[in-house]
């Protein structure tokens, strides 16, 4: 019985009838005859046969392993049978192998295997049970066929299926179906947004009609491998003072001369926006077909998830809206389906730029406010204070640019400057009278700036620049930002530390440090939050707690 079910799942059919042939003659009976029976089938089988007892040990091993995954006997002999299993298909196999020996009957199962060469093999395999004479479960004849090809081939489809032949890129129908993902999340947790991007080549025909198919196709390929350089090279989105990395952005090919992108976890215009804008600036750079040189520009329509969307393709349907408006406009215009959305991711980017033009023209500006010891009336500090002194507006608070700021990056290298500034003011001051007595000043360093791996190098430059003792700079921060990594936040408050440098924790009593972790952070004064000094009067709870 053993031997037709190794014939069975061989599937091979000349050795089924051999079989049979030798049953005919009644060799079946005799146990010298039906081991050489064996011994045939096993040295000529394409397949894998392997002898193995109820413990995993190989007892066998049929000369096709040696040809198919280029081990010998000895190699196979000296190891378990489960070493070569890939480790994620362990499992499977050992429970696939304990029911066989509980039940004699063995399932068909896939899993991987190494070869000899380092690579894996995907093996189909089923196992019979060999029973002792008091009828127990002895060995196991396990036979082992090679579907990798089969299994790359079966990849291939699915893979071809889901994506588009031209430019490699996933399809209408994969993109649909990552769209309906993100929009169940969405319905059951609204605190995970996402944005789509439509994105259409403006006046593509052209290129077909006055240069070829074949040409229009190349321009295609290589706008598609710049949209997908430029999302690989995108920033980090930052949301309240910690940075962390968005997810890998979906890029499909939704037919002809448009393609999609999903931004997941993207629910702000202005980064969307600001994505669109360099997706644009890559497309523009010229293209060289054969001996030509051409220039290709796409418009992009931009939607955000509402609350309003009561299906997956509503998102769809915006930013084909905003896509056609962007192209009613002219070539090269991107637009947000929500107006107001995109007055604010409008007003966001101008801003940006009035920043970066702002480093440039050097329009900030610095003040300093004193702190005063009250019991003595004397001047022990100051505070530096950044203001931002616009051409046509005026004096900006920083709390109306320092989140842009932070956003585009641009806060680090305005805080090094201000870190700069404020030393050399404080040896102004120093020089101009020396018989008064040493202040501090004090610097607030924003979020993006605090996690800078640079921030220690800046401080000693500066302070070896200026000559300004290291005691004389306190660098303060907000109880948030402290809070959001404190194991970031103890390593940067001990190398401040260790350049002499003071800490000081703003907004104390707001956030979400407690007294037992502030205990970890290495700091020299904290500055209470004002909404607890100011019940302090009338409230003997707050008083207490101040």
């Not at 039940?103 to 029973?131: F, P």
């Not at 996933?170 to 991007?197: A, S, V």
């Not at 952005?249 to 448009?258: A, K, T, Y």
């Not at 680090?412 to 120093?430: D, F, K, N, Y």
């Amino acid at each position: 019985m053993m031997l037709e079910s190794l014939f069975i799942s061989l599937g091979a059919l000349a050795l089924l009838v051999l079989y049979q042939q030798f049953r005919i003659y009644g060799i079946h009976r005799n146990s010298r005859k039906r081991e050489e029976l064996f011994q045939i089938v096993t040295e000529n089988a394409a397949d894998m046969i392997a002898l193995v007892d109820v413990k995993g040990k190989r007892l066998y091993n049929s000369p096709a392993y040696k040809r198919i995954l280029g081990y010998s006997p000895t190699e196979l002999s000296e190891t378990s049978s489960f070493e070569q299993i890939h480790p994620d298909d362990r499992f499977k196999v050992l429970e696939a192998a304990r029911e066989a020996r509980a039940t004699g009957v063995g399932k068909r199962l896939e899993y991987r295997i190494r070869h000899k060469d380092g690579s894996w093999r995907v093996l189909e395999s089923v196992a019979s049970a060999v029973r002792d004479a008091n009828g127990q479960v002895a060995k196991l004849v396990i036979v082992n066929r090679d579907i990798t090809e089969r299994k790359r081939a079966e990849e291939q489809l699915e893979h071809n299926r889901l994506h588009d032949p031209l430019t490699g890129l996933p399809n209408r129908g994969l993109f649909l179906d990552r769209l309906h993902q993100l929009f169940l999340r969405t319905q059951r947790d609204p605190g995970h947004p996402y944005t789509l991007l439509l994105v259409n080549v403006d006046h593509f025909k052209v290129f077909n009609e006055s240069m070829s198919t074949a040409a229009g196709d190349e321009i295609l390929l290589e706008i598609a491998r710049r949209i997908g350089n430029t999302l690989r090279g995108a920033d980090t989105i930052t949301r309240h003072g910690t940075e962390s990395p968005s997810l890998e952005p979906l890029l499909s090919r939704l037919g002809g001369d448009e393609f999609t992108i999903l931004l997941d976890e993207v629910g702000d215009p202005s980064d969307a926006m600001r994505i669109a804008k360099r997706i644009q600036a890559a497309v523009a750079e010229p293209y060289h077909v054969g001996s030509r040189e051409v220039r290709a520009a796409v418009s992009v329509g931009i939607a955000l998830t509402l609350p309003e969307h009561v299906q997956p393709e509503d998102l769809l349907r915006d930013a084909d809206a905003a896509m056609r408006r962007a192209k009613a406009l002219g070539e090269s215009h991107c637009e947000v389906f929500d107006e107001a959305m995109h007055r604010r991711a409008e007003g966001r980017l101008r801003l940006e730029a009035d920043l970066r033009n702002a480093i440039a023209q050097r329009q900030f500006r610095i003040y300093y406010q004193p702190v005063v010891q009250l019991d003595t009336r004397r001047v022990v500090s100051f505070e530096a204070l950044l203001r931002w002194e616009h051409p046509t507006q005026g004096l900006i608070s920083p709390y109306h640019f320092i989140e842009a700021a932070e956003d585009s990056g641009l806060m680090v290298s305005i805080g090094h400057w201000l870190i700069l500034q404020a030393c050399r003011q404080l040896r102004e001051w120093q020089a101009g009278d020396s018989s008064r007595e040493p202040v501090n000043i004090t610097v607030n360093v924003s979020a993006r700036q605090f996690a800078d791996a640079r921030l220690a190098n800046d401080l000693q430059e500066a302070l070896r620049e200026t000559g300004v003792e290291p005691s004389q700079l306190q660098l303060e921060t907000t109880e948030n930002v402290a809070a959001a990594d404190p194991k970031l936040t103890v390593t940067v408050l001990s190398h401040l530390k260790h350049l002499g440098v003071g800490v000081v924790l703003d907004d104390f009593g707001v956030g979400s440090a407690s007294l037992r972790g502030l205990w970890q952070f290495p700091v020299d004064a904290l500055k209470i939050d004002r909404s607890l000094i100011r019940e302090m009067q009338s409230d003997r709870a707050a008083a207490d707690m101040v």
